[in-house]
């Protein structure tokens, strides 16, 4: 496996590959590899021969007080773990390739309406680091393919909706959450908590679960949301939301069948921050 820095060496790669009417599938990340990465990696190999795989903790995604700093950074030991599945490129770029002007003095990629609720409301400007950095990385990687976990679902579908949206020739293919055994997603943050915290995390599945079957029963969105951030209570959480949403708009549920929502959670345990989701058509 290779790995380049820039975009000098990210382009000789690519058009060797180009040459060679090769197919190009790219997995963005901000590293901190764990299987649900390398999850990723393997559907991105059944997408085409060339798998390109980023590394970048993108300081325009982090509010003031978020956790930039302490974002864990494992370089080596995600070159290791996509050396041994066989991963074609790894792409590591420094900040000064990614903003040759500066963070301050970069362009900004804001996509309206779906990045203004939920993560948008709780973190004000993630969303606008999301959509431009992926912007950049599409623009210098421009694969066929580009594959995202359903874990961070309001992000699949910014990335869904800017690639339509600028006529990008590339499919965004989204991959179900992995989790653990007790239905903890798989996440870089899960290493913050403390083993009490662990074992009560799992209550965020379980409590996406008890969504779903509520709404099933017929319950109706606002009383669902509101029992569910009590649950959360109960278990020592502390929620950002608890939220049943049309799927592919995160739009309040109006008259849309069950098989076309989604449940949402974002939940601080201590200081770490934890999202999930349960589409309900998969549930």
Known sequence: MQTVSDLTGLRSVLRAWRRNGERVAYVPTMGNLHAGHFALVRRAQ???????????????QFGPGEDFGRYPRTLEQDQAGLAALQCDLLFAPTVDVMYP?????????????????????CRPGHFDGVATVVAKLFSMVQPDFAVFGEKDWQQLQLVRRLA???????????LPTVREPDGLA??????????SQRARASQLYATLTWMHMTARAGHK???????????????????DYCAIRVADS????TTEPLSRQIALVAARLGSTRLIDNLPFASA
């Open 46 to 60: 059944e997408c085409a021969p060339r798998v390109v795989v980023s590394v970048f903790v993108n300081p325009t």
């Open 101 to 121: 002007y500066g963070t301050s003095g970069t362009l900004s990629v804001h996509v309206p309406e779906i990045t203004e609720v939920l993560e948008g409301a």
């Open 164 to 174: 339509r949206d600028l006529a990008l020739a590339l499919e965004v293919v989204g």
């Open 186 to 195: 798989l996440s870089s943050r899960n290493q913050f908590l403390d083993e």
């Open 221 to 239: 969105p606002a009383a669902i949301e509101r029992a569910a951030v009590a649950r959360l209570q109960r278990y020592g959480f502390a929620p």
């Open 250 to 253: 995160l739009r309040p549920v």
